[in-house]
């Protein structure tokens, strides 16, 4: 059975910084591309970023130069380090198996002053 957890949201000041993690079991983390995406509150769920099974990345607009994904298959983990957080950035985020239909329940960012 396919789990993925998020953890490490909460609440961050405008400027501040988060670092999200997504423990994924139940299958072979390796051989998977990973996502994040996120929804904010009244809009649809966006794509934030991706990294493949071969480490490449990729970053929505909204987020290049602020954000990076990352992955560590020994713990069969990705990450998204999220810097200059802005309160646009306020969602509940999601981590995503591939195209697969296994998502995590999310974890909550909120940045406000």
């Known amino acids: 059975q396919v789990q993925l957890v998020e953890s490490g949201g909460g609440l961050v000041q405008p400027g501040g910084t988060l670092r999200l993690s997504c423990a994924v079991s139940?299958?072979?983390?390796?051989?998977?591309?990973m996502n994040w995406y996120r929804q904010a509150s009244g809009k649809e769920r966006e794509l934030v970023a991706t990294?493949?099974?071969?480490?490449?990345?990729n970053y929505a607009d909204a987020v290049k130069g602020r954000f990076t994904i990352s992955r560590e298959n020994a713990k069969n983990t990705v990450y998204l380090q999220m810097d200059n957080l802005k309160p646009e950035d306020t969602a509940v985020y999601y981590c995503?198996?591939?195209?697969?239909?296994?998502w995590g329940k999310g974890t909550l960012v909120t940045v406000s002053s």
């Open positions: 139940g299958t072979i983390f390796g051989l998977n591309d």
């Open positions: 990294i493949t099974s071969g480490r490449s990345t």
């Open positions: 995503r198996l591939g195209r697969s239909n296994y």
